[in-house]
């Protein structure tokens, strides 16, 4: 299933918020967004969802979603969003209660998300037990689970150190090689979205717009950290928004 955003606009009250937002997300293509702080990066990912309806515009699906789908449009959050009192299994049959499925069909499910999260051992251990990297690939196993046909992903990776982001970036590689998901991916960190991105759409400052669209070409398994044509994309990422991250930031220290 592929996504179409046609001409978003959005404000709260006074403020605009989005403009103009065209743009195709692409069955098994991984679309990074990124832009300065406050110019509606997560709002755009709820409208993606289907959690808010943008004050004009449309998001259209186009084609349909896997034939044993059982929520389409699917979140994945930065602080994991994981029940403390349920062990890893519990957190992902939490999503699969809902819908009519025997036991057997569940267990099969869970069994099938643990081994490709590689997380099939730690099926009865506790989130306050794992690591942040551990938690996050529970709840990208929770959200696989539902066999979704676009994954939203709002900063994944940002509550997590450098070095567990670096695994976790390599996980989704993986996981990508394997099962080419889709994903709309929200960061505020250039690195994972040369690293994970086959299409980097840059925003400015609020009222979020376009000011470019990046595809890079060179496949997801031959981006290794300190790859020359990686670094070049990456500094001319960061040229096309240093001047708006400058700005918003001066805006974020005006409004208090
Ligand atoms: N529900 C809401 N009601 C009113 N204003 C909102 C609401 N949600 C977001 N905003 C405002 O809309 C603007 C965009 O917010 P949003 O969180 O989408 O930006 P962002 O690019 O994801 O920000 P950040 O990079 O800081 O996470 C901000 O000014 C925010 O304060």
Redo the contacts with the bound molecule.
Sequence with gaps: MDLNLRNITHR?DE?E?LRDINLDIKQGQIVCII?P???????LLRMIGGLERPASGEVLQLGDPPADCLNPLTYIFQDFALLPWRTVEGNISLVLENHPLDAAAREEIIADVLARTKLSDFRKAYPRQLSGGMKQRVAIARALSVRPAVLLMDEPLSALDSQTRELLMDDLVDLWEKENYTAAY?T?NLAEAVRLGHKIVVLSR?PGEIRDIVEIAMPLSDRTSENLELEAIQKRLWNLMRDEARAADMELVDER
């Design positions: 709260y403020v918020v832009g702080s406050g110019c509606g990066k997560s709002t929200v505020h609020r």
